[in-house]
T-cell receptor
Framework: NAGVMQNPRHLVRRRGQEARLRCSPMKGHSHVYWYRQLPEEGLKFMVYLQKENIIDESGMPKERFSAEFPKEGPSILRIQQVVRGDSAAYFC???????????FGPGTRLLVL | ELKVEQNPLFLSMQEGKNYTIYCNYSTTSDRLYWYRQDPGKSLESLFVLLSNGAVKQEGRLMASLDTKARLSTLHITAAVHDLSATYFCAVADSGGGADGLTFGKGTHLIIQP
């Protein structure tokens, strides 16, 4: 009964490169949320997706960031042309239905050099 | 915009003592969560509180919710070292705001032998 899976767990990129973060929700969960955590801060909501649909992207930066949750395969958070300020831990969470408890993955720690 | 404030942000206490962490939020909500995070790890769900007056207990931790005061508390009884972690409260906006959770900044709890 695997939990939420994220990969990679650690990712190092140079400024200007692209970062792709993957999230596989818990079995039976079709709702996925992405959050960003800066050092010594709480988590900040970025985007909420269901299969093939972006439901709420009110927390996503307007440029360089995008997310998808295709019919098959994991959800992907994509950051283009990364900058040092993108360095953070990115957590994915899933829930079986809307408004149910969100279960978090182990996170991807992105370091931009 | 929903705002969530926790206090204290840092707490050092001795084993065997009792203490309370407070979580205030600014707008109406129908769900409040408490999560625990160990350094470098993901978030573990502790409690979900859904209604005014709700109280939940697990071991030495007890959480309560007062929706009229927009206040939740996490009470620690007879603390032990294993409870050292960062505790977050997270609130769901029921007023048409973002679908993701809004987190407090977290309370860093250190319990000394």
């Amino acid at each position: 009964n695997a939990g939420v899976m994220q990969n990679p767990r650690h990712l190092v990129r140079r400024r200007g490169q692209e970062a792709r973060l993957r999230c596989s929700p818990m079995k039976g969960h079709s709702h996925v949320y992405w959050y960003r955590q800066l050092p010594e801060e709480g988590l900040k909501f970025m985007v909420y997706l269901q299969k093939e649909n972006i439901i709420d992207e009110s927390g996503m930066p307007k440029e360089r960031f995008s997310a998808e949750f295709p019919k098959e395969g994991p959800s992907i958070l994509r950051i283009q042309q990364v900058v040092r300020g993108d360095s953070a831990a990115y957590f994915c969470a899933s829930s079986p239905v809307w408004k149910e408890t969100q279960y978090f993955g182990p996170g991807t720690r992105l370091l931009v050099l | 915009e929903l705002k969530v404030e926790q206090n204290p942000l840092f707490l050092s206490m001795q084993e065997g003592k009792n203490y309370t962490i407070y979580c205030n939020y600014s707008t109406t909500s129908d769900r409040l969560y408490w999560y625990r995070q160990d350094p470098g790890k993901s978030l573990e769900s502790l409690f979900v509180l859904l209604s005014n007056g709700a109280v939940k207990q697990e071991g030495r931790l007890m959480a309560s919710l007062d929706t009229k005061a927009r206040l939740s508390t996490l009470h620690i009884t007879a603390a032990v070292h294993d409870l050292s972690a960062t505790y977050f409260c997270a609130v769901a906006d029921s007023g048409g705001g973002a679908d993701g959770l809004t987190f407090g900044k977290g309370t860093h709890l250190i319990i000394q032998p």
